[in-house]
């Protein structure tokens, strides 16, 4: 009788250690998240992301030289002056992209989003000619995304009205900070 209990009690504890196993997934691992780091590409994506970012870097170094020298049409130093800029910029960017504290925030985000066999399987597919096409186009589909997004955003923040609708409320909020100094 004892045995029997024995052996009851034994394979509770086992199918209870086995339905526990299976519902809470392992974490991913650093060399897995390696892997599939290296298959997505990302120092790519990094890359491309700077490149991308390169209208945004040329536009915010015309703009800092149009507010430090108030000129609307730029001279030849003027000109020179927003190439170094954006250069500067860029520069910047890539020297954050390839820092590896920057790289290490991404591997956290893949470990905290990412089991390990949802990992796994993402890597199996990468591995194939068809994940690395897949995965090509969507880093290629993300970028034009990311400028199409920007670009329309620009061009609503232009319209006549927005910028009625932008002005009325910056009043709104800035015209009591100022009335309170004036007090």
Known sequence: MKIKQWITSLLFTSLFLGIQSSCFASPATDKSIDKLMQLSNISEIFKQSTRDMQPYFDQQAEDLVRQVTGAQT???DQ??????????YSEVQQRITTDPKFIDVFKTLFKKTFTEEEVQANIAFLSTPLGQSINQKMNLLMSEIMLETTKFSQEQMLK????KLIKQKMEAILVPLVQGRED
């Open 74 to 76: 730029f001279n030849i």
């Open 79 to 88: 000109q020179n002056a927003v190439l170094q800029i954006s250069a500067l």
């Open 160 to 163: 006549e009205e927005n910028q």
